[in-house]
């Protein structure tokens, strides 16, 4: 069984920065996309960052710009650069893996292995 692992969430104010980090109990060269996924209290669960293993990323509109995902394959981590945040980034944000043919990656639906999640709120 495959144990992801988030850290790095916190409060910070409208404007500055955080980085969260996801690390996976196995080879992260085992997995196809690893993705960073953030659900807001009364919202769907959407997609916010998306890394294709074989090379590739896929980011929300929402985001682009000021968000940046990154590969450790040496510690197997995946981590979520955010800046310039805005109150509408509050959510909690949840690591997934696939570890086979992803139609859209920016979806949940065929993502294998989710974290618990690390709460991320933005004061303005």
Known sequence: QVQLVE??????QAGGSL????????????FSYLT???QAPGKEREGVAALYIRGGTFYADSVKGRFTI???NAENM?????????SDDTARYFCA????????????????????????????
């Open 97 to 124: 893996a696939a570890v086979g043919w992803v139609g859209k990656p920016l979806t949940p639906r065929d993502y294998d292995y989710w974290g618990q999640g690390t709460q991320v709120t933005i004061s303005s």
């Open 78 to 86: 995946v981590h979520l650069q955010m800046t310039a945040l805005e």
């Open 36 to 38: 960073w996924f953030r």
């Open 19 to 30: 980085r969260v980090s996801c690390a996976a109990s196995r080879r992260t060269d085992n």
């Open 70 to 72: 990154s590969l450790d």
């Open 7 to 12: 850290s790095g969430g916190g409060s910070v």
